[in-house]
């Protein structure tokens, strides 16, 4: 299977911030990735799919980057409702394979 | 609008089965590939079984294979996921999500194996 790294695992920020997270994977999966974000409680959300390519519906403040092994998540400028877990997941084979996670907390 | 809504977790003892069902509606269901995909409690999301569009190809988990099945009724519009032989590490939230990558996701279904 592949697999992927995401770091940091938990990550400080304040309102405003720019907070860039990066997701590697053990094998080349193309730009096959999407990123989702997770609220306590709710159902994932797609954010990013194909790597860069923003979901219909979501701000423009998310983008994504990367190909082959690494891929970075940015969010331009933190606002309250981005405060949550987010996760990349490649689907390059029919092994889907999710990131362990990275928790955007409050500083 | 387009919705996934699961139904059918609980309480159930190692060993034992249950048959999870996910209700699409505002899509073509047909037209779609569909997911299960867990999270057990406290920790990351776990794909557990895939089917094409047209129920012609399905993959498992290492984790499951050989216990669990999809399954698809294109004329009620479900999805369905039968889980045999449950075991503790089975315990998790159970979405369903609509094609790759998952555009779509229900708010999930709680199943709890304990004896």
């Known amino acids: 299977d592949i697999q992927m790294t995401q770091s940091p695992s938990t990550l400080s920020a304040s309102v405003g911030d720019r907070v860039t997270i990066t997701c590697r994977a053990s094998?080349?999966?193309?730009?096959?990735l999407a990123w989702y974000q997770q609220k306590p409680g709710k159902a994932p959300k797609l954010l990013i799919y194909?790597?860069?390519s923003l979901q219909s519906g979501v701000p423009s403040r998310f983008s994504g980057s990367g190909s082959g092994t690494e891929f970075t998540l940015t969010i331009s400028k933190l606002q309250p409702d981005d405060f949550a877990t987010y996760y990349c997941?490649?689907?390059?084979?029919?092994?889907?394979?999710f990131g362990q996670g990275t928790k955007v907390e409050i500083k | 609008q387009v919705q996934l809504v699961e139904s059918g977790g609980g309480v159930v003892q190692p060993g034992r089965s249950l048959r999870l069902s996910c209700a699409a509606s505002?899509?073509?269901?047909?037209?779609?590939?569909m997911h299960w995909v867990r999270q057990a409690p406290g920790k990351g999301l776990e794909s557990v079984t895939f089917?094409?569009?047209?129920?012609?190809?399905?993959y498992y988990a290492d984790s499951v294979k050989g216990r669990f099945t999809i399954s698809r009724d294109t004329s009620t519009n479900t999805l369905f996921l039968q889980m045999n032989s449950l075991r503790a590490e089975d315990t998790a939230v159970y979405y369903c999500?609509?094609?790759?990558?998952?555009?779509?996701w229900g708010k999930g279904t709680t199943v709890t194996v304990s004896s």
């Open positions: 999500a609509r094609r790759q990558p998952m555009d779509v």
């Open positions: 505002g899509f073509t269901f047909s037209s779609f590939g």
């Open positions: 089917m094409s569009y047209d129920g012609a190809n399905k």
């Open positions: 094998q080349s999966i193309n730009s096959w």
């Open positions: 194909d790597a860069s």
């Open positions: 997941q490649q689907y390059n084979s029919y092994q889907w394979t």
